[in-house]
């Protein structure tokens, strides 16, 4: 698990295939490593990577097919910024969420533009995990807690301070950037939890969870 508080800024210095997924060399730049063992993980841009090396500089991770199926990791290239987070521990300060660095899907960075000293970024999720997305609510892209500022359909807002513009990957983005996202976990138990006894039914992955859904439940009014 994570914070999604963002400790240093890594950079991709070596990617190679390995029998049809890859592995990976982070440099870790100013992440202290002096605590890390091998099999700990790291989030990287929001990924739970499991280290499998610590050359000293750094460490190398194993990136599974699904994982790029999931994420940015396919276009990442060397030299390439990455956020990076070490897994928390009981003394750790909760300063951001809770994350836990499996990552729901791939979004778009619509605009961004000038807000005060911040910077207000627009960004569109996949449709299906706009549901999870609420106004005021937490998120991560790549790996940073954020907070919602506002919900349009499958798009939504981002209002980022200049010290996080600074200290992570997001001083990066621009409109068409791709970035990792990763929905609330509360909000993914929740719809679980209001499923019932029809959980245990099968039928792929829609939850089933819609508004006649809530009504029918007395979750809202029809």
Known sequence: MFTGIIEAVGEIVAAEPKGGDLRLRIKSNGLDLGDVQLGDSIA??????????????????????????FTTVSKWQVGDKVNLEKALTPQTRLGGHMVSGHVDGVGEVVSRSPDGRSERFRLRAPKE?????????????????????????DEFELNIVPHTIEKTVIGTYKAGSRVNLEVDVIARYLERLLLGDKAAESGGQDSGISLEF????????K
């Open 44 to 69: 990287t841009n929001g990924v739970c990577l499991t280290v499998v090396e610590l050359p000293g500089d750094g460490y190398w991770a194993d990136v599974s097919v699904e994982t790029m199926d």
């Open 129 to 153: 995990l706009a549901k999870y997305i609420a106004h005021k609510g937490s998120i991560t892209i790549d790996g940073t807690s954020l907070t919602v500022n506002a919900v349009d359909g």
């Open 214 to 221: 809530l009504a029918e439940n007395g979750f809202t009014r």
